[in-house]
């Protein structure tokens, strides 16, 4: 195993590694999921999916409760590959760094025959109009080249040349295209591109990377869906279709376990089922009783928390559940652990191996898991910024001095600033705040690294977010020239167009009445409430009031209590005009597809400062003026 410091600089410290003793190597088989959040699986308390397969793998082995991935799939893939975190030697998103050894290449020298099907996406990522695209572009690692004797896979060159991953799969296989792939499904054959493998080479040591592209969107039928019958229906993106496809990743990985049984190669099989990220925003599911919503992107629970499970028969106990702390990183050294083969393992491994845990019982070796995560540059990653904290077996950090109690608020509701901390708090605090600054020595992206689209992004058609149940808008977000956004709300009915929320509105591109819709993007699975706060710096005499109006409705004119006070904050009910007590805004009528909102003041006096849209659950959080937009609604492109 991996010996280092349990705390911060872990992860600098050289490695000895122990191989386990056998007569022959293990075969190993890593599968990953691609946007699979654990609380979608029945074993770790998801309700909303039948997942019979993953449940019995993990009763037959270990599960993981507490392991982690990066919030996006290529920051996940490459630690994973090569065993080191993001700040190491990260060059670009879709772009695997041709100088760094991953686990393809290490246990081809160990003497493993090795196999790679589904997603890759490691090779070449920017189209060529985009921004910088030409110092990127064919600048990765193709899957030739990164240790695989042989391969099936979607995406191995340019992204705009990849096509689909599900119906009528787009699949390079051994350097060919594949071209028998029409009315076919891309999961079903690289699953039987493996099982060919697998039986090919059963008796010879194996290294299987089973990289799915399931259940990332786009949210199509699979074989299993009625509407799969119709061929002109199996590109239909609806996010119904998430269901149908998490129980499809079930099934394919239920399809490879049992093949490796019935060719009894189950003893002689390690195992290993990961996912690399949060389930997709889109998709709202049932875990432990309470309605959850994926968190993929985010740094929160549900963004970087993992269903994950490992089986060796006659090695590792059945029906074990483990609350170690598992990262990403601890993929490589294990599996070379595994295979003996501790001797190729690469100076700088920010991972620990897990086989003492995993056979032995022994502690896990991992006392906090870094997340550090830049996915830019890249086209559609600029509306990302830089995530970093750093966790432990109870307590999680963000660098923004943000420490949130998992134990006791796993949504991460409430934020612990160091003001309020207990001695408790304080300690684990320090500790993690190490782990942090062991890590600060990383690559700053400067301007003309991380370029950002020209021009309004709101005429553009960029749409706000929900991810999590609360909606918060600042009035400042929008890059609107302020004078070209006066203009437009001068026609508001009554406007000065001398308001401060003044980013929500622009003239130049707008619609016909002056006013830009914000588009909303809502779960119409529950009822959402939606508040609005102002300020005064003036007292307000006659202009204290603003226009309101939800999806493309009748204009609302709301105007504040005549007791409000220059200088204070105040929480309307846009429809009603009454202050609003937490709980206690406006009903929203939500539209069956996209709802937007328009809003702005009638005089300069009064300054909308926010607009919040939520869900019950999330009062606290959305009327909280301390809750920030950054972390919580990243852009989203249409």
């Known amino acids: 195993m991996l010996i280092g410091l349990r705390w911060a600089p872990m992860f600098l410290m050289a490695s000895v590694i122990i191989p386990i003793a056998g007569a022959r190597q293990p075969n190993l088989v890593l599968i990953l999921a691609d946007d699979l959040g654990y609380e979608t699986v029945g074993c770790m308390g998801g309700e909303s999916y039948q997942t019979p397969n993953l449940d019995r793998l993990a009763s037959q082995g270990l599960q993981l409760d507490r392991a982690y991935a990066m919030p996006l799939c290529t920051n996940s893939r490459i630690q994973l590959m090569t065993g080191k975190y993001n700040f190491r030697n990260w060059k670009a998103f879709g772009i695997l760094d041709p100088a760094e050894p991953s686990f393809g290449k290490l246990l081809q020298q160990a003497g493993y025959k090795t196999c790679i099907a589904g997603k890759w996406q490691l090779t070449s990522y920017d189209p060529p109009d985009y921004p910088g695209a030409n110092l990127r572009r064919n600048t990765g690692t193709h899957p ?148 959850v919503r994926g968190g993929k992107g985010k740094g929160t629970e549900l963004g970087i928390r993992v269903p994950a499970m490992v089986r060796w028969t006659g090695k590792i106990k059945p029906g ?138 709101v005429s553009k058609g960029a749409r706000f977010q929900d991810q999590g149940g609360c909606v918060v808008i600042e009035a400042e977000l929008l890059p609107i020239p302020r004078d070209e956004s006066w203009l437009a709300e001068a026609k508001v009915p009554g406007g000065s167009g001398l308001g401060y929320l003044r980013s929500l509105c622009q003239q130049g591109q707008s619609a016909a009445d002056g006013i830009t819709p914000i588009e909303i993007i809502l779960d119409n699975s529950g009822d959402w409430k939606v508040a609005v706060r102002c300020r005064t710096d003036h007292a307000l005499g006659d202009h204290r009031s603003f226009w309101f109006r939800w999806s493309r409705g009748d204009w609302t004119h709301v105007t504040l209590p005549a007791e409000v006070k220059p200088g204070q904050w105040v929480w309307v009910d846009p429809f009603s005009g009454a202050v609003a007590q937490a709980g206690r805004g406006a009903e929203l009528p939500l539209a069956e597809r996209g709802n937007e909102f328009a809003i702005a003041p009638a005089s300069r006096n009064l300054k909308i400062d926010r607009v919040v849209i939520y869900q019950e659950d999330r009062v606290h959080q959305a009327l909280d003026p301390l809750t920030a937009r950054s972390e919580l609604h990243p852009w989203a492109s249409p």
């Open 144 to 291: 030739r080249d990164a240790g695989f004797d042989e391969y099936s896979l979607w995406h191995v060159g340019h992204t705009e040349e990849k096509g689909s991953r599900y119906a009528d799969p787009l699949i390079i296989e051994n350097g060919e295209r594949k071209l028998d792939t029409e009315g076919k499904y891309g999961p079903d054959l690289w699953t039987d591109f493996i099982n060919g493998f697998i039986s090919k080479n059963r008796d010879t040591p194996f290294f299987v990377y089973y990289s799915m592209a399931l259940p990332h969107n786009p949210m199509v039928p699979t074989p299993d869906s009625p509407e799969w019958k119709d061929p002109a229906n199996r590109n239909r993106d609806e996010t119904p279709f998430a269901a149908d496809m998490i129980e499809y990743t079930d099934k394919m990985v239920g399809k490879v376990v049992d093949h490796i049984d019935s060719l009894e190669l189950d003893r002689e099989t390690l195992i290993i089922f990961y996912s690399d990220n949060g389930t997709n925003y889109r998709v709202t599911s049932t875990y432990r009783g309470k309605m």
């Open 320 to 457: 074990g559940v483990s609350d170690s702390l598992f990262d990403t990183v601890d993929v490589l050294p294990t599996l070379l652990d595994a295979a003996g083969a501790t001797e190729l393992a690469p100076e700088g491994l920010d991972g620990f191996s897990f086989v003492d845990h995993f056979v032995e019982g022994a502690d896990g070796p991992r006392d906090a898991v870094l997340i550090h995560q830049d996915p830019r540059p890249g086209w559609d990653k600029d509306r990302f910024e830089l995530i970093r904290l750093a966790l432990d077996e109870r307590f999680k950090l963000y660098d923004d001095g943000r420490l949130y109690d998992l134990k006791l608020d796993p949504l991460e509701d409430v934020a612990r600033l160091p003001v309020a901390d207990d001695s408790v708090m304080a300690e684990h605090r320090k500790r993690l705040q190490e782990v942090l600054d062991a890590s600060a020595d990383y690559r700053r992206f400067n301007p003309a690294e991380v370029p950002r689209e020209s021009g309004n992004r």
